[in-house]
Structure formats: C-alpha cells, structure tokens
C-alpha cells in the first residue's frame, strides 16, 4: 500500500497525515536554506562532494543532452551538468521548496551558468514534463523526503528517455555494525547541536537524522525501481553504505503502467 492510499505517512520518526508531510518537509528546508551549503560541509566533512562527483561520472552526460536534477536544491549538480551539456544541451533544476529554488538560482548566476538551466518548482511524484523528455535523472538528497517515493521513481521513469539513467544519490543503511553504531551516535547526539550552533535550527537536522534511518535500505530502493519500470538496477556502497548510489536504465522497450500528468494519455515506450 502507498503512502497516499494511508491516512499516515512518516515524518522521521513521527507518523502524521499524508496530506501533512510535504508542508512539514517544506518547513524544514525553509528553515535551514540559507546555510544548507555550510551545513553540508561540516556533516560530511566535505565526502559529499566526492559522492556528487561519482555520480556525476556514473551519469554519462554529454554535450546536447537534456538533464533532470531533482530536489537540486542549492545546485551543486546542476552547475556541472551545465558546463558538460554545453550550449546545445538544457539542465532542469526542479525542486519543491521555494527557498531552495532560490538559493540555487542565486549560486548559479553568481557562478556565471544562465543560457542553459531551466528552473521549476515541482513535485516528484507527478512531474510536470511530457514523456521521454531526459537523458538523465539526478536525485541526490531528496528522495527520502518524498511522501510516495513509488510514484515519484514512476514518475522519472515516465519522463526519462528511452535509454535514459535514473541515478538517486540517498543515505542508507551502513553495512558495519560498529560503523552503524558509531553513525547513529554521530547522528542523534551531535548533528542536531551542529544545527542549533551552525544554522539556528536543531529540529530540522534532528529531522533529517529521523528520515534517513526511515528510508528504504539498498536492497529495498533497487526493488522499487526495478518496480516503477527500471531496468539493469544496481547500486554502489559509498563510506561503507552511509551513502549509495543508485543506477537504472530505462530500456527502448520499456512499457509503464502509468498515465501522464501531462498528454493524459499513456506513455509511449
């Protein structure tokens, strides 16, 4: 059963309405904006640039193609799908919060990326783009936070391209115990008082401590791709699985059972 045929849907370690979840997201990621950038750096000690940059490399993108980052937030992928699409290609960056659509247009003119980068605020469940519109997906961090994370990935099947790669970047489950012990420490005790001092806002990383342990693990996310029409799955552990990187294929004879938001009509494969 799918979030939305519940009445409660989890909000970290909290359950609250459906109806409810992507306004308390929103909150959260309004809250913190500003300093997102400053914050990610101090959390990961700087390891998410190398896992945005591997998945980078493992997107193939190329000059002319068209490229879908999600929940792109501040626009750290989307400034280097811009420079690899070059002038005939096209990057979207799409995320559902405001205030980090923003923070990502800013960063991106102040580092000169303009002709080529579309920005949308939209919802990953029921993307608002015709069939077969992407080369490439990206969701690096966002997922988690999505209410019915099965019609979001049918969604991106539904708009990718035949031949096209959906990658998700997300938290995972480490495949240590003692690494896994030393996370959730790291997590619960110390991130929520690295938001008050960092960003003036201990519930929001308290928050996203809560929701990456409630995310499907590696094995659980590949199952619900190969579900929404994926093909050719597979997944690289990143510091010992706090981190995977999800891939799949949308195959040239890819059916899915899904109907467009937008032709209102079923989806040519």
Same mark, same amino acid.
Request: a positive charge.
């Given at each position: 059963?799918s =979030?939305?045929e519940k009445r409660?849907?989890?909000?970290?370690?909290?359950e609250?309405p459906?109806?409810?979840?992507? !306004?308390?997201v929103?909150d959260?990621?309004? /809250?913190v904006a500003?300093r997102y950038d400053?914050m990610?750096d101090?959390?990961?000690?700087g390891i998410h640039r190398?896992?945005?940059?591997?998945?980078?490399?493992?997107?193939?993108v190329? =000059?002319?193609?068209?490229?879908? @980052?999600?929940a792109?937030?501040?626009?750290?992928?989307?400034l280097k799908? /811009?420079?690899l699409?070059? =002038?005939?290609g096209?990057v $979207?960056?799409? @995320?559902?919060?405001? !205030?980090m659509?923003?923070?990502?247009?800013?960063?991106l003119?102040d580092?000169?990326?303009?002709?080529?980068?579309?920005?949308v605020q939209?919802?990953?469940?029921?993307?608002p783009?015709p @069939?077969?519109?992407? &080369?490439c997906?990206?969701?690096a961090f966002?997922?988690?936070?999505?209410? @019915?994370?099965?019609?979001?990935?049918?969604s991106?099947?539904?708009?990718?391209?035949?031949?096209?790669?959906l990658?998700?970047?997300?938290f995972s489950?480490?495949?240590? =115990?003692?690494? #896994?012990k030393a996370?959730?420490?790291y997590?619960f005790?110390l991130?929520p008082?690295?938001?008050?001092? $960092?960003?003036? &806002?201990?519930? #929001?990383?308290?928050?996203l401590?809560?929701s990456?342990?409630m995310?499907?693990?590696?094995e659980?996310l590949?199952?619900m791709?190969?579900?929404a029409? +994926?093909e050719?799955?597979?997944y690289?552990?990143?510091?010992g699985?706090?981190?995977?990187?999800?891939r799949g294929i949308?195959?040239?004879?890819a059916? +899915?059972?899904l109907?467009?938001p937008?032709t209102?009509?079923p989806?040519?494969g």
């Amino acid at each position: 059963m799918s =979030p939305t045929e519940k009445r409660t849907t989890d909000f970290g370690f909290q359950e609250v309405p459906v109806d409810e979840k992507a !306004s308390r997201v929103a909150d959260v990621f309004h /809250s913190v904006a500003a300093r997102y950038d400053v914050m990610n750096d101090l959390m990961s000690m700087g390891i998410h640039r190398v896992w945005k940059r591997l998945t980078i490399e493992r997107a193939g993108v190329r =000059p002319g193609h068209h490229v879908l @980052d999600i929940a792109g937030g501040t626009g750290d992928l989307t400034l280097k799908f /811009s420079r690899l699409v070059g =002038p005939r290609g096209k990057v $979207v960056l799409a @995320d559902i919060n405001a !205030s980090m659509l923003k923070v990502g247009r800013d960063k991106l003119m102040d580092n000169g990326v303009g002709g080529n980068v579309e920005y949308v605020q939209a919802n990953a469940e029921s993307l608002p783009f015709p @069939d077969n519109s992407f &080369d490439c997906i990206t969701i690096a961090f966002g997922l988690r936070n999505v209410t @019915d994370k099965d019609a979001a990935l049918r969604s991106m099947a539904r708009v990718l391209k035949p031949g096209g790669r959906l990658l998700v970047l997300e938290f995972s489950k480490p495949n240590n =115990p003692l690494l #896994s012990k030393a996370y959730d420490e790291y997590s619960f005790r110390l991130l929520p008082k690295m938001g008050e001092l $960092v960003a003036g &806002d201990g519930d #929001s990383y308290r928050y996203l401590a809560e929701s990456i342990r409630m995310h499907p693990d590696q094995e659980t996310l590949k199952a619900m791709m190969e579900e929404a029409g +994926l093909e050719r799955v597979e997944y690289t552990n990143l510091t010992g699985g706090i981190v995977a990187l999800h891939r799949g294929i949308k195959l040239v004879n890819a059916r +899915l059972t899904l109907y467009s938001p937008v032709t209102r009509r079923p989806p040519h494969g």
